[in-house]
């Protein structure tokens, strides 16, 4: 069934949503069915331009009404996707944060997985649930964004089959958002022409969604190349999960070897009697993919306690700190002066370390008051 679009009749929003996708400069609409030539910018919206003589730019449709219906839905389709990235990356960190506190307090992952609060990890194959903890979901979320850069810059196919699911949850997301938001009606067809035309194989991914048991070592499996030659990220290595000395690429871990002061399970311990603060949703959104947490006393310090959430404390923070982080990411800790908003001052360090679980974690910390700069 195709979806019912009116291309001579399109609503501004939708219009708003073919718009969005001319952003996603690295998918061209050929991928989702569209052969009749250039599509054209401006306000026509793509409305059909004959040649010279005039005919149609390419014999592939009958009329310039069928074409003009195929080029419209294909431009909905690529808009659709381009909406669904911050909906999906936004997503997934929920899930992270999610995951990892109820893994903490030895909560009930699995109900998490399959309850409505579940943003993304609910539309991942139900069959390897048991696989989906807050170290899984964070590699997928490198997945994700590798595979939403690659839409930006120039999609050329899946290199583990995790991005071909990454795809497929993009897709998903994308279709149902713009047939809510946009009424574009395009539906389960969408969904598949969006996954067919990106993937040069379907096969293994529909038999993967249509099991209802898991092979034990299947999901982990996911995250290795399809080409043995193929450069992925190393936070996905076949392996597991890399070690704190390996993590450079994610940006997590920054060193002038200042020691952890809250490592493994005393880390938890810290954050419930409130000697540490949790930042990671802020963070996530903006910074690190794993968590970070700050210290009590660089908060007094720099009079950030009590402030309220929108004042955006933790950019003060945060921005110098990623920056650093970049500038040295074989570093273990990187000290620098934090600024408050009226003039006050901290020696803080973040340092990299891991958590109970062995995962990697950021703690800023106090170092000490800030006597003289030079």
Known sequence: MVPEIDPQNLPPRQIDLINEGRRLEGIDITLFGYFGGPELQ????????LDEDGQLPASNYDSPEERLHALVQAQLLRGALRRSIPIVLDGIFEDIFALRTLETADGDVGAYVTSAAARVVDTLPRAYRSHYTSGFLQRFAVVLSEVAAEFELGWDRARTFAHGLAVYCLARSGVR??????GTKLGAIGIDRIVSGLLEDTDA????YQRTSGDDDAASSWFTPYDAASRVNPYLHPEGQPSTEQI???????????PEKYPGTSRQVALRNGELVDISPYASRHYFLCPVAVEQAVLDALDFTGLPPDSEWEDLLLYIAWHGAAEHPAWKSYHYIAPGFEGEKAYVALVAGIDELESPVLTIQYVGEVLDES
């Open 42 to 49: 401006g306000a026509c919206i793509g409305r059909m331009q």
């Open 177 to 182: 958002h713009a047939d809510a938001e946009y």
């Open 205 to 208: 991914l529909q038999g993967t």
């Open 248 to 258: 450079d690429l994610l940006e997590h871990q920054v060193t002038s070897e200042v």
